[in-house]
């Protein structure tokens, strides 16, 4: 994402003062263009309306492992929102909040907000981290045949799960949720 993609209609939607900060990249390495966490969050703000701007940060030039940065993210990553002084830090955390704030995305019942919240956990911590090892195999050592083969097989494993899951139904948590599914 750069700069203007983020801040091109939202300055519109409110003033200055009522604006959540979304940082997120604005320059990062050519290998990691469509695939950060900050487009979640990105994703959030646009389907819950609320206005936003980006502040476009520079990963090629280290501006996220600077002290500025390190003081609103504790691991140094993306995204981080300040929504008036309030800092969440965490993709999927960032993600629970807007939808709660903006009262979209998540039921209002405490069932469907659990359900939500189970495939929001699923999402970070079983699928995520399965194609993340993926990547890592690629970059670092590609010639890990078996070891790729074996992790992809995990990886068709949680995305079958997943497609199960949708065969019969719209949204991926609830009847009354609009949870990405891809």
């Not at 690629?138 to 992809?152: N, P, T």
Request: aromatic share 8%.
């Amino acid at each position: 994402m750069n700069e203007a993609d983020g801040v091109r209609a939202h300055l519109n939607a409110g003033s200055e003062d009522d604006m959540i900060t979304l940082y997120g990249f604005g320059n990062i390495f050519p290998e990691g263009r469509g695939e950060t966490k900050d487009l979640r969050a990105q994703w959030a703000l646009e389907e819950t309306g609320l206005p936003y701007r980006v502040h476009a940060l520079d990963h090629t030039g280290g501006e996220l492992d600077g002290d500025a940065f390190s003081r609103i993210s504790p691991f140094h990553q993306a995204p981080v929102i300040d929504d008036d002084g309030f800092v969440v830090a965490e993709s999927a955390a960032v993600v629970l909040y807007l939808a709660e704030k903006a009262g979209k995305l998540i039921p209002g019942d405490v069932q469907g907000r659990t359900r939500v919240i189970q495939w929001c956990f699923a999402a970070v911590s079983t699928v995520a981290p399965t194609l993340l090892c993926i990547d890592v195999i690629e970059i670092f050592d590609s010639g890990a045949h078996k070891l790729k083969a074996e992790v992809r097989k995990l990886a068709g494993r949680w995305l079958g799960d997943f497609e199960r899951r949708l065969e019969d139904r719209e949204w991926i948590a609830c009847a009354d949720s609009r949870w990405p599914t891809s």
